[in-house]
């Protein structure tokens, strides 16, 4: 059972990665830019509240005239503020 555990998280970090290559596309984004975005909204978004990385979904829609940043970002626990 520990093996399937193990092996989910790797396909859902490579369909992850299939649809920001996608995204990337459409959007003329870099999927490194893409990924740097990812990895400081974590950073930012950390510091106020424990988040679950796993489920984070973030998500740049491009049409023509317009790009759109969506993000699901699980919140575990909201951390005290500093006094």
Do not use: C, W
């Not at 998280?9 to 893409?34: I, N, Y």
């Amino acid at each position: 059972m520990k093996l399937f555990r193990e092996e989910f998280p790797s396909k859902k970090q490579a369909v992850e990665r299939l649809r920001l290559v996608l995204v990337h596309d459409r959007a003329q984004v870099s999927t490194g830019l893409l990924e740097l975005l990812r990895e400081e909204i974590i950073t930012a978004i950390s510091k106020y509240v424990d988040i679950d990385e796993e489920e984070l979904e973030i998500e740049l829609n491009a049409t023509e005239s317009k790009a759109e940043l969506v993000a699901n970002i699980p919140v575990v626990r909201v951390r005290r503020p500093l006094e």
